[in-house]
């Protein structure tokens, strides 16, 4: 069975730092496209950030030069380090699946909640 | 960047049939997904490629595109169906991203 669990969202001051996690289960991480996406409260869903098999990865502009997606394929394990965060990254942050070569999201974790403020 | 518009929402009696449409600058030529989000869940897909379904999701939902609109057509709608339903593409024409439409509420009257 697949599953997704996200870990590391919390409270943070503007300016600071959080890394989220998020472990994989029944199938493999690194053969697989694995995305963040994001959704601020009461507002719609916002891509992130994507890593693919092969290793390329590509950020919506929002975020493009604060947020760093990586994976760690021993752990089946996929990371989005957050800095310099604003208080408009507050949101519930999600991981998805797609499986390789498709761009649909055919597998979501229960999301991660990251509240930026002072 | 590619933008998707979806109508904010739509209302539809029990036993009718809900579209919600999915608008694009020659959203035709891509691959439209569709994705059902309840009140605290997180997004399941529910139209894949444009009208295909992945296993578990009724017969109920369909989808279609052409030109510059896609549409999630929900026949014989139920209580249950009551959800933010979003579009999706992937935009990969100058950089490689996913894109999301802004979420139609659907309410089951």
């Known amino acids: 069975e697949v599953q997704l669990v996200e870990s590391g969202g919390g409270l943070v001051q503007p300016g600071g730092s959080l890394r989220l996690s998020c472990a994989a289960s029944g199938f493999t991480v690194s053969s697989n496209y694995m995305s963040w996406v994001r959704q601020a409260p009461g507002k719609g869903l916002e891509w992130v950030s994507v890593i693919y098999s092969g290793g390329s990865t590509y950020y919506a502009d929002s975020v493009k030069g604060r947020f760093t997606i990586s994976r760690d394929n021993s752990k089946n394990t996929l990371y989005l380090q957050m800095n310099s965060l604003r208080a408009e990254d507050t949101a519930v942050y999600y991981c998805a699946r797609a499986a390789d070569g498709y761009n649909y999201l055919d597998y979501w974790g229960q999301g991660t909640l990251v509240t930026v403020s002072s | 960047s590619y933008v998707l518009t979806q109508p904010p929402s739509v209302s539809v009696a029990p036993g009718q049939t809900a579209r919600i449409t999915c608008g694009g600058n020659n959203i035709g030529s891509k691959s439209v997904h569709w994705y059902q989000q309840k009140p605290g869940q997180a997004p399941v897909l529910v139209v894949y490629?444009?009208?295909d379904r992945p296993s578990g999701i009724p017969e109920r939902f369909s989808g279609s595109n052409s030109g510059n609109t896609a549409t999630l057509t929900i026949s014989r709608v139920e209580a249950g169906d009551e959800a933010d339903y979003y579009c999706q593409v992937w935009d990969s024409s100058s950089d490689h991203r996913g894109v999301f439409g802004g979420g139609t509420k659907l309410t089951v009257l």
């Open positions: 490629d444009d009208s």
